[in-house]
């Protein structure tokens, strides 16, 4: 029997995110974790002891350099997330960047017209649009149940869930908190059933209250570093689109309310849904009534994003998580912490 060639991956970053990409790619048969590159040296001990990788480099310019990586996953904080993915396209590698692609939306076009240029993949690593519910809610979207979905209510917020690891607490070095963190997922996975339109402007308010400041209260992730939170602990915004439609989120590492909220509505002219719990609300012969499936796939949305970058990359196929998605998700994003530092309403052109 001959043997099958495995399609060869490069991590970039060899941190939480990374090691996680790593974890599933080892599972599958056809796939080689071939290098990793970090900075830190004992992220990459990490990565050699876990995954027995043996290539491993402080610069990632010596993975790219190795003929035989096809692809590269991108998973350093934010702010280095442009420049190792415009170099590894550059190298002729296919790459799926982490979530929020960039720092700011020019560095995102960038990206972008960078992929077209060098004819390589440019995937973004969102998964929620994989989740079974997103799924569901996305197959009666497209037969029309919903009609135009008008308006899209997203929330990520958490009690409180400060990481503290990382630097999520760093404007600097990741371009915002909660907003760019977590607020990035449902409004990707909201912004993709909507059908990807182009958003035209953004509102926006952030506040900081408890991040920066020591606390004596029992929590999840306690010890965050208070002295460098540099972002904000809540970020409220409004988004108008080019058809007319409404996104808004809600997202915090810190909200004083009774439960953490990781959820979206959407509200269509015909009939509506939610991401958690799925359900679909709509009239049924003269009733208004709430579905609740009966059952629905147990899929594990970040393995479906991890194994479908590698068919892409195998079979030449484009993604369902483009650049191109990611760009308008970072515009949303930017221009919504535009407002909030302006304090009015930000117009948004379209890019690349
Ligand atoms: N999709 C998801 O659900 C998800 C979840 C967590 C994090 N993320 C994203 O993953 C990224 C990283 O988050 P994390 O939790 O893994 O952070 P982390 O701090 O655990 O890991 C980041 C790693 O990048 C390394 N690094 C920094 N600059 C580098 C550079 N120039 N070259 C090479 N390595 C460099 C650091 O040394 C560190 O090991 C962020 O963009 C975050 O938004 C996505």
Redesign the pocket.
Known sequence: MPKTRKTKIGF???????RTHMRYMAEMGDVELAAV????EA?LNQCSKEFGISHCFTD?QDLLKIKDIVAVTV????G??YR?TVDALAAGKDVMV???MAMTAQEAADMVKMARKCKKLLVI?F?HRFAASAQMLKRAIDKGDFGNVLYARCQALRRRGIPN???FGRKDLQGGGPLI?IGV?MIEVAHYLMGSPQPVSAYGSMYTYLGDKPTDTVCPWPDWDYNNYTVEDLAVGMVRFANGATLSIEASFAAHIGKGEWTFTLMGEKAGGQFDPPMIFKDDAGTMVNLTPDWLPNTDA?RHKMRHFVECVQHRTPSDAPGEHGLLVQQMLNAIYASAEQGREVKIKPLA
Do not use: L
């Open positions: 970039i970053g060899g941190g939480g995110i990374s590159a970090d900075v830190s992220a990632y998973g350093t904080p934010n280095a997330h190792p982490e979530k929020p690593g998964q690891w990382g630097v963190d997922h970040f």
